[in-house]
Nanobody
């Protein structure tokens, strides 16, 4: 059974930083693509970043490019999202997701990030 457990969310002021973690069990983070998504209150879930199989390539939404970094630690079987220069518009529930093939199939429960101005 695949489980993804996010942690690291919290409340920060604008300009601050947070690092989100996503610990995987029943799934090997390097075996397929993984990603981060976010959902602000009253809005649809949006894609944030993806890391390819084995961590070879990364892609980011335009709104977070150059501020967020997705990475993985194969030894810890954990996915990360380093978030710098946070803005109030980054406030959302953040979810990690893991692929089965090329499709995001497995989802965590989410961790809340709140950025105050």
């Amino acid at each position: 059974q695949v489980q993804l457990v996010e942690s690291g969310g919290g409340s920060v002021q604008a300009g601050g930083s947070l690092t989100l973690s996503c610990a995987a069990s029943g799934y090997t983070v390097s075996s397929s693509c993984m990603g981060w998504f976010r959902q602000a209150a009253g809005k649809e879930r949006d894609w944030v970043a993806t890391i390819s199989t084995g961590g070879r390539t990364t892609n980011y939404a335009g709104s977070v490019k150059d501020r967020f970094t997705i990475s993985q630690d194969n030894a810890k079987n954990t996915l990360y999202l380093q978030m710098n220069n946070l803005k109030p518009e980054d406030t959302a529930m953040y979810y990690c997701a893991a692929c089965r093939g090329a499709t995001f199939t497995y989802w965590g429960q989410g961790t809340q990030v709140t950025v105050s101005s």
